[in-house]
């Protein structure tokens, strides 16, 4: 049953610093989600192609990939996958394709902006991605 | 350089003119006296004559060649020079070719007309060209500040993401430990274990609000950054994008707040049916912001300190279009100036105070490229109301 398992929750960023300030402060959130990070994007694909996650959430600005161009790659090889971006940079800005499909959390958000975006990733994508799709992958 | 060329052209003409002249005037008078001399049969009371003659020869004949050799060609040696000069692009005062002559005074007179005709079209050509060159100036400069500024956002969210987080963090736990302490006070009489449990307890509230301030200053912090962000992200300034102009509004007022913040207190009535306006960010941005300074120097200007002035801002769906007006308690736009204010470069403000370039930028924009409207009221020592009328859409007409 997908509901009483655990979100799989997948965070990517290339500040450790980031990540450490998530882990913390979405302890309260642990019965619910399970984190796994990421500092480089093709650790993030690797993870992808070896685990299932519900969401991934990536920073922009990532060596070698930006984090646009890595949600795209993980949006194909795994479609039951919500991606959302975060970053301190204006969409738009250099190094910051414009991707419509993809929500953006702008640097600093508060906990609860993340955890609400989360949500409504989930929500969205449960109803644009068939079930089917869902079970085949499980 | 060049007059000094011109003087020295007309030199040389007349002096080749003069030799001529020479040449050809003493000639004559010359073998005439060699005649009288008698190359055959000298005859010694005939040399008196001759020096006679040669001495008025010699003696007159320059200035008789001088005389008739002064109007043509030293005409058409000037006329030659303030040709050479106006194809280098230098335009005399005037031309003066000759004293009277009825055609030809009447050709400097036609040159006159059209050399002063040519002079106003410079000026204009010249001057708008230094607006120009200034425009673009400012426009890298803006360029170049943007994409520091970007970069600096960027640079500072990163830190501020953590320090939000951690903070938030912090003072949801403090919450509960605070929580927990609360319902587990020491049993028994005031003892010194009843102390250390009000210090714990106290030093949680301390703390708890401590976090909650920081929390509070850091979203402050975040809002500043994202205004100046979204402020310098100048965008394509040569596309049209939508744009939120109340959100645009408020964050002209987080950047400038630093300016008004001891002079003026700042209302804001803002519709909130108002949907995307289609338009040239850049330019509303800047002219929103130079607006807010320009009230704001307006109150500062009266010199009220012991009362704030007032600034209010207002937008009003009016149709097809937004009409946004900034209202201040400043010192009001004197009559005599009134038809000026959207002039380039006109300002009242000292050298190195204003440049006179805000209001004519900004009137450009609005009626060029928006196709709206701006136009002001203003009372001496009242205060002056800006109204733009800005369309929803830019109409698709050129
Ligand atoms: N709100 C205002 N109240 C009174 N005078 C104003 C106001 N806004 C503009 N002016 C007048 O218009 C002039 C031109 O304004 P502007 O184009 O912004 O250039 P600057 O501010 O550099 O002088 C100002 O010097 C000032 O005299
Ligand atoms: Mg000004």
């Known amino acids: 049953m997908r509901s009483s398992r655990a979100c799989q929750i997948l965070l990517v960023d290339d500040c450790p610093l980031i990540l450490t300030c998530l882990r913390t402060g979405l302890r309260f959130k642990e019965a619910e989600w399970t984190l796994t990070f990421a500092e480089h994007p093709k650790r993030a694909i690797e993870l992808v192609l070896r685990n299932h996650f519900d969401v991934v959430i990536s920073d922009v600005g990532l060596p070698d990939m930006n984090g646009v161009e890595l949600v795209q790659t993980i949006a194909t090889i795994s479609p039951v996958t919500a991606c959302l971006l975060m970053s301190g940079t204006e969409p738009g800005a250099e190094g910051f394709p414009i991707d419509g499909a993809f929500r953006v959390l702008r640097k600093p958000f508060g906990l609860d902006e993340l955890v609400r975006e989360v949500d409504g990733a989930v929500v969205r994508h449960r109803r644009n991605v068939p079930e089917e799709a869902h079970c085949e992958r499980l | 350089m060049r007059s000094f060329t011109r003087r020295s052209l007309i030199a040389q003409g007349a002096v080749v003119h003069f030799r001529i002249a020479l ?56 006329l030659r020079a303030y040709l050479q000069d106006m194809l280098h692009g230098e335009l005399p005062e005037r031309i003066a070719l000759v004293k009277s002559e009825d055609d030809l005074s009447a050709i400097e007179n036609s ?102 301030e920081t929390e509070a200053a850091v979203e402050r912090v975040a809002g500043i950054v994202t205004a100046m962000q979204s402020f310098a992200s100048h965008g394509k300034s040569g596309t049209a994008v939508r744009m939120d102009l109340n959100a645009t509004i408020m964050q002209a007022l987080t950047i400038t707040h630093n300016e008004w913040k001891h002079v003026v207190n700042v209302e804001t009535d803002l519709a909130p049916d108002i949907p995307l306006v289609e338009c040239y960010a850049s ?54 100036i009134q038809n000026r204010i959207f002039d380039p470069f006109f300002t009242t403000r000292e050298v190195g105070q204003g440049q006179g370039q805000a209001l004519a930028r900004l009137h450009s924009s609005i009626v060029n490229r928006h196709g709206g409207r701006i136009f002001f009221d203003s009372q001496n020592n009242q205060g002056t109301t800006f109204t733009i009328v800005l369309p929803l859409q830019r109409s698709t007409s050129p």
Not at chain 2, 183 to 194: E, K, L, M, T, V
Not at chain 2, 316 to 334: F, K, M, N, W, Y
């Open chain 2, 111 to 212: 040159m006159n007309l059209i050399l002063r005709k040519l002079k106003g079209d410079v000026a204009t050509v010249s001057s708008a060209n230094a607006l120009l060159q200034e425009e673009l100036v400012r426009v890298d400069k803006l360029r170049a500040i943007g994409t520091l500024a970007g970069g600096i956002a960027h640079e500072i969210n990163t830190p501020l993401q953590i320090i939000r987080s951690h903070t938030e963090f912090t003072s949801a736990v403090l919450c509960q430990v605070l929580e927990l302490v609360d319902q587990s006070p020491p049993g028994g009489a005031a003892g010194p274990a009843d102390r250390r449990w009000r210090w714990a307890q106290n030093t949680l509230i301390d703390v708890t609000s401590a976090a909650q």
């Open chain 2, 23 to 78: 040449v050809l005037i003493s000639v004559i008078p010359a073998l005439v006296t060699l005649y009288l001399a008698g190359a055959t049969s000298v005859s010694l009371d005939r040399i008196p004559y001759a020096g006679l003659l040669l001495a008025l020869t010699y003696g007159v004949s320059p200035a008789l060649g001088y005389v008739i050799l002064s109007r043509y060609p030293r005409m058409a040696v000037r």
């Open chain 2, 283 to 336: 330019d509303i941005k800047q002219g929103l912001t130079d607006l807010i300074l320009n009230a704001t120097r307006a109150v500062a200007e009266r010199g009220d300190r012991s009362h704030k002035g007032v600034i209010q801002i207002s937008t009003q769906l009016t149709g097809a279009a937004v009409t946004l007006q900034v209202r201040d308690t400043g010192v009001g736009i004197p009559q005599a």
